[in-house]
């Protein structure tokens, strides 16, 4: 069935600096990806999203690339900031999975001053 | 628009107990989805409803839950009996349609302590 892998955590940085978190998925088809953020005591909310392969989607300075060839949709940030810290969430929906979103494990992000 | 609706907030009950835990999905749309989140198990889908009609209940660990969507506006999730292990954050979700390329919309979650 489709699934979701990404980097463990936590991961702790200094304010400015870069922030790469990687996500790799199985699934049949053709599925979109997305990631979502859980801030502390609320639910998730959706960061970006890409619907096909190539797509880069883009949101408050985080951006991520579709990667169909190497089934890929690493998340980076060029400068983090304090307001940054959460948990993130790779997912993906798809036709074949029966249009369920799954969830990776999530990486909780802490972002020093 | 309210957003995805969930009460109560936190519940606290005792092992044994009946718990109902309630969900207003954004209103048009017409998925929707009830995860649990814990530390040790992250976020599992439960169950997932679309057009009211439980299209997978797969997740649904075992007879002591039950989830309801009696209308497109209000779902219920039911644990009956309640164990100290279902201590967990319930997250309701909803989606606008059942195609791949729209996001959920979670709630602020439902605290369940069972002691």
């Known amino acids: 069935g489709d699934s979701v892998t990404q980097m463990e955590g936590p991961v702790t940085l200094s304010e400015e600096a870069c922030l790469t978190i990687?996500?790799?998925?199985?699934?049949?088809?053709?599925?979109?990806l997305f990631w979502y953020v859980q801030y502390p005591g609320e639910g998730l909310q959706l960061l970006l999203k890409?619907?096909?392969?190539?797509d880069k989607g883009s949101n408050k300075g985080f951006e991520a690339t579709y990667r169909k060839e190497t089934t890929s949709f690493h998340l980076e940030k060029g400068s983090v900031q304090v307001s940054d810290s959460a948990v993130y969430f790779c997912?993906?929906?798809?036709?074949?999975?029966?249009?369920?979103?799954?969830f990776g494990a999530g990486t909780r992000l802490f972002v020093k001053a | 628009d309210a957003g995805v609706i969930q009460s109560p907030r936190h519940e606290v009950t005792e092992m044994g107990q009946e718990v109902t835990l309630r969900c207003k999905p954004i209103?048009?749309?017409?998925?929707l989805f009830w995860y649990r989140q814990t530390m040790m198990r992250g976020l599992e889908l439960l169950i997932y409803f679309n057009n009211n009609v439980p299209i997978d209940d797969s997740g649904m660990p075992e007879d002591r839950f039950s989830a309801k969507m009696p209308n497109a506006s209000f779902s219920t999730l039911k644990i009956q009996p309640s164990e100290p292990r279902d201590s967990a954050v319930y997250f309701c979700a909803s989606s606008p349609d059942s195609t791949v390329n729209t996001e959920a919309f979670f709630g602020q979650g439902t605290r369940l302590t069972v002691v």
């Open positions: 209103s048009g749309h017409n998925s």
């Open positions: 890409a619907t096909k392969a190539d």
């Open positions: 997912a993906l929906r798809s036709r074949d999975g029966g249009f369920k979103t799954i």
């Open positions: 990687n996500c790799t998925y199985t699934a049949t088809g053709y599925p979109s």
